[in-house]
């Protein structure tokens, strides 16, 4: 199975600075075929399900605002938001979708400082 | 738009079970492999089943083999998990999901609760 692992577990940070979130996959989830990450973030608020922000590492999911970025290439990956809302306070998940398991990252907190 | 929508969950006692549905709508669901994700309470969400396409190929994780059956009826659109023999450790919303090249689906879910 491929592991995947986030850091930091939670995160604080103060309204309008940057907030980073990285991944680490056990293995490459290199999809040959399009020589993209098979690599997805969410977002999840308390009560609701998990929100798609990106897919293939990168590409952002429609609707979302343009502060949030997905970056990484290998077996490392990072999502950022550059210019943090209240609204952002979420725990934020990795996922690879290269092969089943489909396998997520442990989930990161994030709060307002 | 695209919608999945989960049916089918609730109360079970220890020992029973349970058959979940998804109605898939805004897509050509038969063309995609779905799965089945869960989250028990304040946990992460953890991957349950697969199903290819057109249904002859399936794969489980090893805490529901034998157990859980992934089918579908692609006539109706419609995606299920039969689970027998359900556990407290069971107790989830049940996501159906859909991957494919350049699109993630998930529905809302529906809560499954094991207990006595």
């Known amino acids: 199975d491929i592991v995947m692992t986030q850091s930091p577990d939670s995160l604080a940070v103060s309204l309008g600075e940057r907030a980073t979130i990285n991944c680490k996959s056990s293995?490459?989830?290199?999809?040959?075929?399009?020589?993209?990450?098979?690599l997805a973030w969410f977002q999840q608020k308390p009560g609701q399900p998990p929100k798609l922000l990106f897919y293939?590492?990168?590409t952002r999911e429609s609707g979302v605002p343009d502060r949030f970025s997905g970056s990484g290439s290998g077996t490392d990956f990072t999502l950022t938001i550059s210019r943090l809302q209240a609204e952002d306070v979420a725990v934020y998940y990795c996922?690879?979708?290269?092969?089943?398991?489909?396998?997520f990252g442990q989930g990161t907190k994030l709060e307002i400082k | 738009e695209v919608q999945l929508v989960e049916s089918g969950g609730g109360l079970v006692q220890p020992g029973g079970s349970l058959r979940l549905s998804c109605a898939a709508s805004?897509?050509?669901?038969?063309?995609?492999?779905m799965h089945w994700v869960r989250q028990a309470p304040g946990k992460g969400p953890v991957w349950v089943s697969r199903?290819?396409?057109?249904?002859?190929?399936?794969t489980y994780a090893d805490s529901v083999k034998g157990r859980f059956t992934i089918s579908r009826d692609n006539a109706k659109n419609t995606l299920f998990l039969q689970m027998n023999s359900l556990r407290a450790e069971d107790t989830a919303v049940y996501h159906c999901?859909?991957?494919?090249?350049?699109?993630?689906?998930w529905g809302q879910g529906t809560l499954v609760t094991v207990s006595s």
């Open positions: 999901v859909c991957y494919g090249l350049g699109i993630i689906y």
């Open positions: 805004g897509f050509t669901f038969s063309s995609y492999y």
């Open positions: 199903i290819s396409a057109d249904g002859s190929r399936t």
């Open positions: 293995q490459s989830v290199l999809y040959s075929s399009n020589n993209k990450h098979s």
């Open positions: 293939w590492a990168s």
């Open positions: 996922q690879q979708y290269y092969d089943v398991p489909l396998t």
